[in-house]
């Protein structure tokens, strides 16, 4: 009926298309009897994603329409299906979509529109290049459709005839540029919100450039929720490693509304779906995860979650690719879609805009932080007079033994030598085992940098100059006593670097450990506990500036490559005297002196000098009876020291930091046999002229268990440091051996 048609598109002006589908919807359902009417929209980009807006006079939650498996004829062919081509399983798939019995079914593709193109009379060949006229031009094929109208269950209880899908290709004749206009305008509404929501997630992203964690969990959210998907995990690549690190996670939220987190993912760069787009820069959509070959379905096993779909796509710098995010799971669908492909891009650019600007912001903040700790230094210490260095060098002691006969003895004591006298002997030290001559250091050079690290320590009762000198001496002792560099054992090389470690590897200690310094959000906290070994580190830093300070740099000598080997030295072994590394080393240093140490194996040379720098940072405890005591009042002022600032801070000290818990010969012995009797067993085993070390640590511990029963004995003092001015704990303890 012409009126009929011609009063329902009067009706479609002003409305939206999902009014516009339930108007043609009634009036399909009235000319043809279906029971049902839907129409499907196809757009170009997601022909195997289909959305349905209403099925008949109901509005619906977007659905997807299994494409695949029912309409790919029509898609590729305008092809109308009928009832009877419909094979059984399809048949399940639409009721299930429908929810209803079908007993009759035709689907009606609607083709493309043909458009109208400008040409000129010059176009048409005549040679008139004035005259203007329109012709129409297909510019897409006929074969393709634009809509699929579907009738569902006529109510005669007949099949569909072709009459029926005649009125519905007249109806789409007069009404298909209506819908197909107003679908084309709420997509562009659409897509101008999508990016309106772009610009202001990278706005939020450019707000958290102090923090990159925080910066990645807030680039996971944010991309999680562009592209409605249930998890994401975002990978930085690690050139240095060749790996994939993944440190923070989104998506599994906890009761309190906090997210899980995870361990440390490292993965090895190439491997699975992240690493592919990693080497190959390309974004990767996948619609059937356990489908893919790339896929690696023990995360799953062993996580409990099903990845269904992923999207997984690269973010560049200016440098390169530096991180791959992983988007797993598209909700409310069956997977991700062209437009998700084309958010992520976008996204990825902006992210790899803020990453970069992060890091370059924490590279500027560490700069700062040095620049606030060097500046300190300089302000604290000084710089060192040249009447010093002068009368160093001119005073120099051409023999250790000059200072004393018996320095190059494991049982003597360097505390013992004045402290005036103590950087004489660092100078002999470095003439005796010809370091000087080997790597043609200059005397005045020399004696700077002595005296300048000398100031570079601070005044806690323990971790000062004097511990420096001591531990530097008994390194002395091993490179001298077992031959290690004439025997070549280690090189000429590593020996200088074990010199200057001991004696840089504390400098400008301030009386507190790492705990504490994490704690209590020290600078030093903000500049290294993402590393680690927070103490150590600074170290290492300190010492790098004293060496660049003009006329310190012993080091001028060596060459280019022997220079950047021994300032990797030093920065291990410096590390390596933090216990925490040291026991992780443990397996593999016991390892070494099961089966022997190799001079030809590069770790184990590794390993060797972390265990002298080890052995010489605990020296103290290989040395008499006297020494032992003096060292632990020193080590436990200092501890007291600590635990006292962290109960001001409303903190518990561990109890050997503990002055009101901590029974010292107990946490003596106990330091002893965990940490010091195996490093000098080890030793031991390894060397057999580094015997006597052994037995005088096992000697320090037989002491302290005596010192320990006797104040049993006689019951512990209100004051726990008064121990150490007990006369007759000296003697018993020294009348007993």
């Known amino acids: 009926d ?100 079908i007993q009759s079914f035709v689907s009606v593709p609607i083709p493309c529109t043909e458009k109208k193109k400008l040409l000129t009379n010059g176009d048409r060949g005549d040679g008139t290049e004035d005259d203007i006229t329109f012709r129409e031009k297909r510019t897409k094929t006929n074969d393709e459709a634009e809509l699929i109208v579907c009738l569902v269950n006529k109510k005669t209880g007949d099949q569909f005839s072709d009459k029926d899908v005649q009125l519905v290709q007249e109806c789409f004749r007069v009404c298909a540029g209506v819908l197909l206009n107003a679908l084309a305008f709420e997509e562009e509404k659409r897509i101008r919100a999508q990016y309106q929501k772009l610009l ?42 060749k790996e994939l690190i993944a440190k923070v996670f989104d998506g599994n939220i906890l009761p309190d509304g906090s997210v899980e987190q995870g361990p440390e993912v490292r993965l ?30 023990g995360v799953d096993q062993d996580t409990g979650f099903k990845t269904k779909n992923i999207l997984c796509f690269p973010i560049c710098d200016e440098t390169g690719i530096i991180g791959v995010a992983e988007l797993c799971n598209k909700e409310n669908n069956t997977h991700f879609t062209k437009h998700d492909e084309e958010m992520a891009v976008a996204f990825s650019a902006y992210c790899g805009l803020a990453i970069m600007h ?114 530097c001496h008994f390194s002395y002792l091993f490179l001298n006593n077992l031959n290690l560099m004439q025997n070549k054992i280690i090189s000429d090389l590593e020996g200088l670097g074990l010199l200057v470690s001991c004696l840089c590897h504390d400098v400008d200690h301030r009386g507190t450990n790492n705990s504490f310094q994490i704690s209590s959000n020290s600078v030093l906290a903000a500049l290294y506990s993402s590393e680690g070994s927070v103490m150590e580190r600074h170290h290492f830093a300190q010492s790098m500036c004293i060496l660049n300070t003009e006329g310190c740099n012993i080091l001028e000598n060596l060459t280019k490559q022997e220079y950047t080997q021994c300032l990797d030295l030093l920065r291990d072994n410096i590390l390596a005297t933090d216990i925490a590394h040291h026991l992780r080393i443990l397996p593999e240093l016991n390892t070494m002196a099961e089966t022997g140490y190799s001079p030809s194996s590069g770790k184990h040379h590794s390993l060797l000098s972390s265990l002298i720098m080890t052995a010489s940072d605990l020296s103290d405890q290989t040395k008499d009876w006297k020494n032992s005591k003096q060292t632990a009042q020193l080590v ?24 009101e818990r901590a029974f010292i010969p107990q946490l003596q012995i106990e330091f002893l046999d965990h940490i010091a009797i195996p490093v000098f ?57």
Not at 367 to 384: G, I, W
């Open 2 to 101: 012409p009126v009929t048609l011609l009063n329902l598109c009067a009706s479609l002006t002003g409305l939206d298309s999902s009014h516009i589908q339930i108007n043609i919807n009634k009036y399909l359902e009235q000319v043809t009897e279906a029971g049902t009417a839907l129409i499907v929209p196809i757009e170009r980009k997601e022909r195997e994603n289909l959305f349905v807006q209403v099925i008949g006079t109901k509005k619906q939650d977007t659905t997807a329409i299994p494409v695949e498996r029912v309409m790919r004829e029509q898609l590729d062919q305008c092809k109308v299906i009928h009832f009877s081509e419909l094979p059984e399983k399809n048949l399940r798939e639409l009721k299930t979509f429908l929810g209803a019995e």
């Open 200 to 241: 202001t997630v990278t706005k939020n992203l450019f707000i958290h450039l102090d923090d990159v964690t925080v910066l990645l969990r807030q680039i996971m959210s944010e991309a999680r929720m562009l592209t409605q998907a249930e998890r994401c995990s975002l990978f930085l690549v690690d050139r240095k490693s």
């Open 268 to 297: 090895p760069l190439g491997q699975g779906i992240a690493g592919h787009v990693a080497t190959t820069g390309e974004l990767v959509n996948i619609r059937d995860a356990y489908h893919h070959p790339l896929f690696y379905r």
């Open 358 to 471: 992060s890091l370059m912001y924490k590279r500027v903040a560490d700069a700062q932080y040095r620049s606030k700790l060097s500046n300190e230094l300089m302000m604290y210490h000084m710089k060192v007079p040249e009447e010093e260095v002068n009368s160093l060098v001119l005073n120099m002691i051409p023999e250790p033994s000059a200072i004393h006969p018996e320095f190059s003895l494991f049982d003597f004591s360097p505390r013992t030598i004045p402290v005036p006298d103590s950087a004489r002997a660092v100078f002999a030290m470095f003439k005796s085992l010809g370091l000087i001559h080997r790597w043609r250091i200059p005397e005045e050079t020399l004696g700077r940098f002595i005296l300048m690290v000398k100031r570079g320590y601070r005044d806690p009762p323990y971790h000062n100059w004097i511990h420096a000198f001591t531990v």
């Open 636 to 659: 436990y002022a200092e501890f007291f020291s600590q635990g006292d600032l962290e109960k001001a801070m409303g903190n518990s000290p561990v109890e050997s930091m503990d002055r």
């Open 681 to 737: 067993r080890i030793m031991a085993d390894l060397f057999k002229d580094a015997q006597e070390p052994y037995r005088a640590v096992l000697r320090t511990k037989d002491q302290w268990l005596r010192a320990g029963r006797l104040l049993v004995e006689k019951g512990v003092p209100g004051d726990v440091m008064d121990i150490f001015q007990d006369k007759n704990l000296d003697l018993h303890v020294l009348s007993s051996q």
